[in-house]
């Protein structure tokens, strides 16, 4: 039996898998884990999101896989190279968890619902229809999307695994 | 805020100091509730990738118990208290004689106490801190959360997100020799407060 590659993407991060293989990351907290999948050229991307938009970033040269309305764009881009087309693109997403809860409710508290919000417009400015998610609450997300049959695969400490 | 990244080895024993008296006082806060001796590492100082830092508690998927506090005042920052989930247990079941059986999950009380543990180590790391630089520092109310050590540490991270993709951040070990009670303090202050830390120090800053 031959083993699954997979790849792995780090925190504010993006990658595509092909081939057959899994594309992973892990540790999703208020971070949202965005994936594209194109079941024709059987190409799949993920992007782990940490921020809601480039125009808070305040470093010159910005990582585009940090922020959601970056990520998508460069996540197409890369995933276009490799033979998939945006027309084609479903998407799935994981994370935007709230990890702690305060009385006081300032703007960087609540910044998972921020992320997912921001995810979703990204998504529907190139009309890329949102398949299912699995966002919100109050945990730690790991997920990992299979470039065979875009399943994406969810796993959490109190609810275990999940599919989507 | 190119001081930070190009921070010089004076400046990074100075941070280093702070987690020595800060983690210092808390380790002997923790051992006045315990009455037990409890020891600690000399603190870790490090500019860290984010990928990297839940590496140090084990991983990004490692299971951890973490009380955070914000810290308010004149240096903000982010403070967590992170501890494995059998030292947490064993920590419970000496404070509060409460009955560990391996059962799964935390109950109220447990996680209540829990908080109010990280309320009390967080507050005089803090306090001792504030007395050293003359800032004012208050921590918020703290919260806790039983979960992944990335989905957890990640969120003490945002404020660096904004400047880059690696973090400074202040790291303490401590352990309780005998019965293996392990923890970590993690101070991250803002970005933009290192300055006003050396600042209150004296330690110029150009």
């Known amino acids: 039996m031959t083993q699954q590659v997979t790849v792995k993407v780090g925190m504010a991060d993006l990658n595509i898998a092909t081939d057959g293989a899994l594309i992973r990351t892990t540790g999703l907290g208020s971070c949202v884990g ?14 782990h999101v940490m921020l809601p938009s480039s125009e808070i970033a305040r470093e010159s040269a910005f990582n585009a896989a940090k922020y959601a309305d970056s990520a998508v764009p460069a996540l197409i881009a890369l995933m276009e190279e490799a033979g998939a087309s945006v027309k084609r693109m479903v998407a799935k997403m994981a994370g935007g968890a709230q990890m702690f809860a305060f009385a006081t409710q300032s703007d960087t508290m609540r910044i998972g619902p921020r992320n997912v919000e921001s995810c979703k417009q990204a998504l529907s400015l190139l009309s890329i229809p949102l398949r299912s998610e699995d966002t919100g609450a109050n945990y730690g997300r790991t997920i990992e999307l299979d470039s065979r049959t875009g399943i994406l695969t969810i796993r959490s400490v109190q609810y275990g695994l999940k599919e989507i | 805020m190119s001081d930070v990244y190009g921070i010089g080895a004076f400046k990074l024993d100075v941070l280093r100091e702070i987690g020595n008296i800060g983690a210092g ?13 409890v ?9 860290l990738p984010f990928e990297q830092i839940a590496e140090i508690v084990g991983g990004s998927e490692q299971i951890v118990i973490a009380v955070f506090l914000r810290v308010e005042g004149d240096a903000p920052g982010n403070m967590f208290f992170i501890i494995e989930e059998p030292s947490a247990k064993r920590m419970m079941h000496r404070l509060l004689s409460l009955d560990i059986r391996e059962q799964e999950g935390y109950s109220e009380m447990e996680l209540s106490a829990l908080c109010e543990i990280g309320n009390i180590l967080g507050g005089s790391y803090l306090s001792s801190l504030a007395d050293f630089t003359g800032l004012s520092l208050m921590p918020t109310v703290p919260s806790v959360a ?6 957890i540490l990640s969120y003490g991270l945002l404020q660096f997100g904004e400047m880059g993709d690696s973090a400074l951040l202040i790291e303490t070990s401590f352990l309780e020799g005998r019965d293996l009670l392990e923890g970590h303090f993690f101070l991250i202050p803002d970005p933009d407060s290192f300055n006003k830390i050396f600042r209150a120090l004296g330690v110029t800053t150009e």
């Open chain 1, 34 to 47: 965005v994936t594209l999948y194109d079941s024709a050229a059987r190409v799949a991307g993920m992007a």
């Open chain 2, 25 to 37: 006082n808390a380790a002997t806060a923790l051992s006045r509730l315990l009455d037990k001796p």
């Open chain 2, 39 to 47: 020891d600690m590492a000399v603190p870790q100082v490090s500019l």
């Open chain 2, 146 to 151: 039983v979960d992944m050590a990335g989905a």
